[in-house]
């Protein structure tokens, strides 16, 4: 019935039915209306005409469909596509069931597509995706590019419109959309094209914004580090009462001490092939954590001052029948309550003159 869109059924089947004997040979006329969609170039033939012609035809464009059908099931799996994607074995998967069309004549090549496919339309449909498909894995490489490009720029929301495209963008480009899209990667190039140069003017103003402004931060985050260095030290003097700062020290272990320092010109630097600077990897939606840091460093001040004051309770012990002018020196900072000055000064050597003098 699928090969006679409109037919006119005569009343009397059922009576003549019986006589209906076993399946024959397809003839070239009829089978055509699915060969030629395999081969575009077939014509129906009259009585008696020879089909050996067109049949080398047909059995010529089933070499370059199988060449077509390896190398789109090699694009899906470079895709890294899902089971419930393209790359699963089943009906709805339309390279699967291209697969099963083979044969050495016309004859069998139609039998292996009527076991495979119920209506042409399907056929067509399938055949229309191979199409695709082909023309995809003709540019995979600028695809995979594409797509680890995409998966490296982060884009971070306070960003809103630079983050939208990139989130449409990475769904356009994942392997379901990108198969399905009547427009292609020549569709999605252009998109990606302007994606790239809104967002390299963004890296570049940030990556300058964040090196200015980092070597500051540096700082005021090592001596940070110093004087949590210098109330471990104290915390070692069991005149100056119980340990004190536990959870400091791990908080600031935490502290994002952000990207290396970088010689690279922020105007010019190339980001064609990978979206983050070569040199500092700084990430677009990376900011330097500076109020983490005055929070944290407010802290640590608290404690070492309080160790600091509990010091100097001991100076004048210290200080009876010593003259020793780096303990004095030690002793004038401490007494002055110099945060920066103590942690600058304090070490292991000097902590261990102190445990001397205290016993």
Request: with cysteine; proline share 6%.
């Amino acid at each position: 019935a699928d090969l006679i869109p409109y037919p006119r059924w005569d009343d009397e089947i059922g009576r003549w039915a019986t006589t209906i004997g076993p399946v024959t040979e397809p003839e070239w006329n009829d089978a055509l209306i699915y060969l030629a969609i395999l081969c575009p170039e077939l014509t129906p033939i009259s009585e008696g005409e020879a089909v050996e012609n067109q049949e080398a035809s047909l059995l010529g464009n089933i070499v370059e469909f199988e060449v077509r059908l390896s190398q789109a099931t090699n694009f899906l799996r470079s895709l890294g596509m899902s089971a419930a994607d393209h790359e699963a074995e089943g009906p709805g998967n339309p390279v699967w069931r291209l697969a099963k069309i083979s044969g050495n004549d016309s004859a069998s090549i139609f039998r292996s597509i009527k076991r495979a496919y119920q209506n042409r339309q399907d056929l067509a449909a399938d055949i229309t995706a191979l199409d695709r498909l082909t023309r995809l894995s003709d540019r995979k490489d600028d695809i995979l590019s594409a797509q680890v490009y995409l998966e490296h720029a982060v884009v971070p929301l306070a960003m809103a419109e630079l983050s939208i495209q990139h989130q449409a963008l990475q769904e356009a480009i994942s392997p379901g959309p990108l198969l399905r899209s009547p427009r292609g990667w020549e569709g999605l190039a252009p998109e990606l094209t302007r994606f790239k140069s809104r967002y390299v003017l963004a890296y570049r103003d940030h990556h300058g914004d964040i090196h200015r402004s980092l070597s500051a931060y540096l700082r005021e985050l090592a001596a940070a580090r110093r004087k949590m260095n210098a109330h471990s030290l104290l915390n070692a003097l069991p005149e100056l009462g119980e340990l004190t700062g536990g959870s400091l020290f791990e908080k600031l272990g935490h502290i994002d001490p952000g990207p290396s320092p970088c010689e690279a010109d922020s105007a010019v630097i190339d980001l064609e092939a990978t979206p983050i600077c070569p040199s500092c990897h700084l990430s677009l939606d990376w900011t330097i954590p500076t109020g983490d840091l005055v929070r944290l460093a407010s802290a640590i001040d608290e404690v070492l001052e309080e160790k600091n004051r509990r010091l100097s309770n001991l100076v004048e012990r210290v200080l009876e029948g010593n003259n020793d002018q780096r303990l004095n020196d030690f002793i004038a900072i401490v007494q002055a309550s110099d945060l920066s000055a103590l942690s600058n000064t304090l070490n292991e050597d000097l902590l261990a003159f102190i445990r001397q003098l205290l016993v």
